[in-house]
């Protein structure tokens, strides 16, 4: 049979997927198929697996139902972040990112990130992983590893960010057996070479009212970007203002209730030589209120290689010219650790050459 190239036909909307099958004993659909056996468990694990391959190559962008975790958990989350963000600047930079060093932990004010050198108009928070000074990494001096910064005045903010950082976690890996059964690779792939010990990064961004351009030209909170891992899985409050590329126009994707988006990264583009393509996005808030949004990142081992999967019937698509950075994801040799500090350290320019 002859090779197939991947095609870009475009799409207009996103899908929503009821992963429940995925998550042993949970769910509507696991429920209905418990007394028919593993056949009929099984047989919802891979219809679930089909529409996401489905959304991955048509879109690189899904919205999750089903996925179990808990509501109070994210409204707590919500409202905690509501709290932090209402503060005076001079608090909030009580625990901005310098005081971190090399962890790249912590609070950044409205312009301090850049998308392709332009300033975003957002404020955030980074997290990480909450290691300690005995970690070997910690110990190793290994850029984006150590401890978290949390507002001292806001006490359940610590212990809510990292409870819901365990859930995502733990929703990543459930969904990268989903990724690898719609790959039609056995469901550890991922977790036996690339995710054993993942580099789970969490972001609060803090997008401010609508404004005016006096120019006429849009302000972004975010420009046109694709993200760098593996798997991206984000709750954004009632807003809206998320838009994905598509072949010739750009897509909304509007607040789901209950769900959450998840879209595919540059790594797993690679990994699978274009199959899944990693897609620009981008946030312009239209709304006359702040908008949080909550993205949470599943990637590789920081020290691990990224390779190509042999995967039959494809052919990669190595042509950059329609990437928003004409950068080929497919050329890049070396450790997911090399590849997002190269990224990361373009976003902040001036806290890489003050601490690296």
Not at 75 to 92: G, H, M, N, P, Y
Request: hydrophobic share 40%.
């Amino acid at each position: 049979m002859k090779n197939l190239q991947v095609v870009d036909k475009g799409f207009s909307s996103v899908p929503i997927i009821d992963i429940s099958a995925l998550i042993s004993g949970k769910g509507n659909l696991w429920r209905e198929a418990a007394s028919l056996g593993d056949a009929a468990r099984m047989h919802l694990r891979y219809s679930v697996a089909s529409q996401i391959k489905q959304a991955c190559q048509e879109s690189g962008f899904f919205y999750i139902i089903g996925h179990g975790v808990d509501e109070s958990l994210q409204q707590r989350l919500e409202e905690l972040s509501r709290q932090f963000f209402a503060q005076d600047l001079e608090t909030k930079l009580k625990i901005r990112m310098a005081l971190a060093g090399i962890a790249w932990r912590g609070y950044f004010p409205v312009g301090g990130e850049l998308t392709s050198g332009k300033p975003d108009l957002k404020e955030g928070i980074y997290f990480g992983a909450e290691l300690g000074e005995e970690h070997p990494l910690v110990q190793a001096g290994t850029p984006m590893h150590g401890s978290n910064l949390f507002p001292a005045n806001i006490p359940q903010f610590g212990e809510t960010v990292l409870e819901y950082m365990e859930a995502m976690t733990n929703l990543g890996h459930t969904l990268m057996i989903g990724i690898a059964l719609s790959l039609g690779l056995e469901e550890s792939y991922f977790a036996d070479r690339y995710t054993s010990d993942p580099l789970v990064l969490f972001r609060i961004f803090n997008y401010p009212p609508h404004l005016s351009p006096s120019d006429g030209k849009p302000i972004w909170g975010v420009g046109e970007h694709t993200d760098y891992g593996v798997l991206t899985i984000l709750k954004q409050d009632d807003s809206g203002g998320l838009e994905i590329k598509s072949k010739s126009s750009w897509v909304a994707a509007p607040p789901v209730p209950g769900s959450f988006v998840c879209n595919i990264g540059d790594m797993l583009d690679k990994m699978t030589g274009g199959l899944y393509r990693s897609t620009p996005h981008r946030v312009q808030n239209q709304s006359q209120n702040h908008r949080l949004s909550f993205p949470f990142f599943f990637d590789p081992n920081f020290d691990v290689e990224v390779k190509p999967i042999q995967l039959d019937k494809i052919v990669a698509n190595n042509d950059a010219s329609d990437r928003w950075d004409k950068a080929n994801v497919h050329d890049f040799r070396g450790t997911y650790g090399d590849y997002v500090l190269s990224k990361v350290s373009k976003v902040f320019p001036e806290l890489r050459r003050s601490v690296l």
